[in-house]
């Protein structure tokens, strides 16, 4: 009798315990009532429920970094060109103001030699002439005239690239969206955006297996294995900019008038941990306000603070590490950034339909947990605070580069085609 007591509680405990990795069966209370036809059946579901193939799907905006690793491990040596400072080349970083921590933070790899391809790096104008490209930061370049009396004379033969991390409305304070006086200025463009002659991605998805393998170790890790709280709460956010121009916190507040959705940081009342920003070198990993809030919701709000064609931040990327859906807002086409069935895009819903949704699969742990089969296939990027500049150094390797060529109509490349929906 005893036995059988403590073998029954022993299944029980075991049933318990496989039950913690999948959503209790919550009975969100919505805000306002929901009916059924508030969900409408949207194209977007039926995309969403299709039966994913695995190996089908590839991140675009890595592909040119992780072909260089590719590459890189296919080919002993290859020929070497001839650099201005030796055998590797080497580039000029030019930010005025400078900020030692962010530049020292986001030059990593490079400095490290996690890339691809070595180069080497200066932050040191003096020693322009021994670089073989210069790099523009064009946050801080003021507004009256692009005269950077540190670079001169300029060398023709030595290529100025425009480095943004950010869209055009975040770009550049002194210009807002007005970027004409960098016209004929630079020869090549760095930038998130696939057309940019070097690619600085804010994150990525890889395949398990062979393709991490080419990759530096840490960059990437399995998805959390960590069982997720029991008890976890519908869906959380943080927002620091209240006025963020793609208008997501009034979603956001649509969203909330039928389910929970817990606000962090300045525009909400519920603080958490600390900056984020590079310089700190947080990883998504060891940051303790991403790891509560990603353990303990079933979804996560990653909105963009600007809609701009391929426009995404790593705030998405770090969130995926965790066991928790992003739900996603940008402009961008998030099935060339992101494994099928691993977010749910909500400029594909109205705020009802999308709370709807929200609710129907909380309440369904086998269909949520559709929603991460992907992390069977795929890692996901550690980048937090040292995102990589490796492209560029590979870029640098290549004769064509060097080429002559002027971005002439900045404006129109930068602005014009980052399409950026201004409200
Ligand atoms: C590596 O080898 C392939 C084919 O063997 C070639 O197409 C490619 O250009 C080589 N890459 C480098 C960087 O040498
Ligand atoms: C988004 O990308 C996917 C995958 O490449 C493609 O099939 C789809 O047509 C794209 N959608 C739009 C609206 O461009
Ligand atoms: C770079 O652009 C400048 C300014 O337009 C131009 O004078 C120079 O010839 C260009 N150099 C290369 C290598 O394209
Ligand atoms: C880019 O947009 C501006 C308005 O913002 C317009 O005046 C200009 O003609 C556009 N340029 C091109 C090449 O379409």
Avoid at 309 to 326: A, C, F, G, Q, R
Wanted: net charge neutral; with cysteine.
């Amino acid at each position: 009798m005893r036995l059988c007591t403590g073998i029954a509680a022993a299944v029980v405990m075991l049933i318990l315990l496989l039950y913690q990795s999948v959503p209790a069966r919550h009975e969100y209370k919505p805000v306002r009532p929901l009916h059924d036809d508030a969900f409408l059946g949207t194209k977007g579901v039926e995309e969403e429920n299709r039966t994913p193939v695995w190996g089908e799907f590839r991140d675009l905006t890595f592909e040119p970094l992780l072909g260089a690793f590719r590459e890189a491990a296919h080919n002993s040596t290859g020929p070497t060109p001839a650099f201005r400072s030796g055998a590797i080349p080497k580039f000029l970083l030019w930010s005025a103001p400078f900020d030692g921590s962010f530049w020292s933070a986001q030059t990593e790899d490079v400095r490290e030699g996690r890339c691809p391809l070595p180069c080497a790096v200066t932050f040191d104008p003096a020693e322009v002439k021994e670089a073989d490209a210069v790099v523009i930061y064009i946050r801080f370049l003021p507004r009256r005239a692009l005269k950077l009396p540190a670079l001169e004379p300029r060398d023709p033969g030595q290529p100025w690239v425009a480095l943004s991390f950010e869209a055009p409305p975040r770009a550049n304070k002194n210009f807002y969206d007005d970027f004409r006086l960098l016209n004929g200025a630079f020869n090549r463009t760095m930038l998130y955006r696939r057309d940019a002659d070097v690619v600085v991605p804010h994150g990525f998805v890889v395949g398990r297996g062979e393709e991490a393998a080419l990759l530096p170790e840490v960059w990437h890790g399995p998805p959390v294995s960590e069982v997720p709280s029991r008890e976890r709460k519908l869906a959380a956010t943080f927002i620091s900019n209240c006025k963020a121009e793609s208008g997501r916190l009034d979603y956001i507040q649509k969203v909330q008038q039928y389910i929970p959705v817990d606000i962090y940081g300045k525009c909400g009342p519920l603080k958490c941990g600390h900056s984020m920003y590079v310089q700190d070198r947080y990883s998504p990993a060891t940051d303790k306000c991403l790891r509560n809030t990603g353990m303990n919701y079933l979804f996560y709000f990653a909105f963009e603070n600007s809609l701009c064609h391929e426009y995404v931040t790593e705030k998405l990327y770090n969130i995926l590490y965790y066991p928790t859906v992003p739900v996603v807002f940008g402009a961008a086409n998030y099935s060339t950034l992101l494994p099928p069935n691993s977010f749910i895009d909500a400029r594909r819903f109205s705020p009802i339909q999308l709370a709807s949704l929200l609710q129907r699969l909380s309440q369904s742990p086998k269909e949520y947990l559709k929603y991460h089969e992907w992390r069977q296939h795929y890692h996901v990027s550690l980048w937090g605070g040292q995102r990589s500049l490796c492209h560029l150094c590979v870029r640098l390797h290549d004769p064509a580069f060097y080429r002559s060529h002027v971005v002439q109509d900045f404006h129109s490349w930068f602005v014009n085609e980052s399409r950026c929906g201004w409200k």
